[in-house]
Nanobody, 120 residues
Framework: QVQLVESGGGLVQPGGSLRLSCAAS????????MAWYRQAPGKQRELVAGIGRRGGTNYADSVKGRFAISRDNTKNTVFLQMNSLKPEDTAVYYC??????????????WGQGTQVTVSS
């Protein structure tokens, strides 16, 4: 069994910054891709940023130059640094992890979601 614990969401003014964290724990052998998705009210869940095991990254066009994804493989943790936040970044942010567990089986896990609200 694997658990994902997210933290770092909250209320911030436009132009401000937030840093999200997502730590995976449990029966983990290795983690492949890690990512952050978001879902705004009335909209579909969308990919915000992803990072491979060796550090390769990809971003949604809407966040390029403002957000940065990183990971600490020693702590099974993924981060999302969000700068120059805009009201349209308001959403519930979910972390995603693709991993092999201790038994060698491959699974995908989602975090519980953390609310990010950008408003003055």
């Amino acid at each position: 069994q694997v658990q994902l614990v997210e933290s770092g969401g909250g209320l911030v003014q436009p132009g401000g910054s937030l840093r999200l964290s997502c730590a995976a724990s449990g029966s983990i052998f290795s983690i492949n891709d890690m990512a952050w998705y978001r879902q705004a009210p009335g909209k579909q869940r969308e990919l915000v940023a992803g990072i491979g095991r060796r550090g390769g990254t990809n971003y949604a066009d809407s966040v390029k130059g403002r957000f940065a994804i990183s990971r600490d493989n020693t702590k099974n943790t993924v981060f999302l640094q969000m700068n120059s936040l805009k009201p349209e970044d308001t959403a519930v942010y979910y972390c995603f992890v693709d991993l092999y567990d201790g038994g060698g089986s491959r699974y995908e896990y989602w975090g519980q979601g953390t609310q990010v609200t950008v408003s003055s």
